[in-house]
C-alpha cells in the first residue's frame, strides 16, 4: 500500500531564505508522487508532480522538488522564501501503479514566513 | 471558467438533522472526489466517483452518501448528522489517467452541534 509521511506540522523561515519541506514515500510499485499548496480559505492547488520523466521536477512559483528513490524522498525546495509562499503544502502519492490511482495525502506542513 | 464549485460554504447542523453537499465541475471530467479535512489529518478520501451513475467508498465513507446522477455534479449526503462529522469538505475532480491533475473547489465549512 501506498503512503507518505511528512516530516514537520510547522516549518517556519525568514524571507529570503530557503524552505524546506520533507516527504517521504512508501510505495510497494514506482509512485507518482505531487506536491499541493492550499493557501488560506482555499482549495489545493498543484505545485508539482514526479512522472519518472526527470528525477528533479520544478513547478509554479520557483519550487522544486527531487525524487530520490534510495531515500525513498521527494523533498520540495525553494531558494528563497517569500511573504505570499505562506501556506500549508501537502505530499501526496497515487495509490497503485496502474491509470487509475486515487491520491493519498500526508498530513501536511504549515509553511511561516516571518519578515 | 469556474472549474470545481462546491456550494453551500457554511453550513451549520444540529446532530440528527440531514444535508446535502453539492459539487459541480464544468471542465467535463470523469473522475470526481470527495474529502474531509481536519486539523493534523491532512485530507481524507470519503466517496468518489469514477463516472456518471459509479460511486466507490473511499477511507472514511461512514456516515456519507453519495450519487453522480449526472458526469458534473457529485452530491455527498449526510442523513443523520454528528459533532465528528464537523470539517471542512473539499470537492475535487480531474480527467482519467493517474497523472491528471487534481482540481479541487474551495471548500465547505460544517459545523455539527
Known amino acids: 500500500a501506498q503512503s507518505v509521511t511528512q516530516l514537520g506540522s510547522h516549518v517556519s523561515v525568514s524571507e529570503g531564505a530557503l524552505v524546506l519541506l520533507r516527504c517521504n514515500y512508501s510505495?510497494?510499485?514506482?509512485?507518482?508522487l505531487f506536491w499541493y499548496v492550499q493557501y488560506p480559505n482555499q482549495g489545493l492547488q498543484l505545485l508539482l508532480k514526479?512522472?519518472?520523466?526527470?528525477?528533479l521536477v520544478k513547478g509554479i512559483n520557483g519550487f522544486e522538488a527531487e525524487f530520490k528513490k534510495s531515500e525513498t524522498s521527494f523533498h520540495l525546495t525553494k531558494p528563497s522564501a517569500h511573504m505570499s509562499d505562506a501556506a500549508e503544502y501537502f505530499c501526496?502519492?497515487?495509490?497503485?501503479?496502474?491509470?487509475?490511482?486515487?491520491?493519498?495525502f500526508g498530513k501536511g506542513t504549515k509553511l511561516s514566513v516571518k519578515p | 471558467n469556474a472549474g470545481v464549485t462546491q456550494t453551500p460554504k457554511f453550513r451549520v447542523l444540529k446532530t440528527g438533522q440531514s444535508m446535502t453537499l453539492l459539487c459541480a465541475q464544468d471542465?467535463?471530467?470523469?473522475?470526481m472526489y470527495w474529502y474531509r479535512q481536519d486539523p493534523g489529518m491532512g485530507l481524507r478520501l470519503i466517496h468518489y466517483?469514477?463516472?456518471?451513475?459509479?460511486?466507490a467508498k473511499g477511507e472514511v465513507p461512514d456516515g456519507y452518501n453519495v450519487s453522480r446522477l449526472k458526469k458534473q455534479n457529485f452530491l455527498l449526503g449526510l442523513e443523520s448528522a454528528a459533532p465528528s462529522q464537523t470539517s471542512v469538505y473539499f470537492c475535487?475532480?480531474?480527467?482519467?489517467?493517474?497523472?491528471?491533475?487534481?482540481?479541487f473547489g474551495s471548500g465547505t465549512q460544517l459545523s455539527v452541534l
Open positions: 510505495s510497494s510499485v514506482p509512485p507518482y
Open positions: 514526479y512522472t519518472s520523466a526527470a528525477t
Open positions: 471542465m467535463n471530467h470523469e473522475y
Open positions: 501526496a502519492v497515487t495509490r497503485g501503479g496502474g491509470s487509475q490511482g486515487n491520491l493519498i
Open positions: 475535487a475532480s480531474r480527467r482519467q489517467g493517474a497523472l491528471s491533475t487534481l482540481f
Open positions: 466517483s469514477v463516472g456518471e451513475g459509479t460511486t
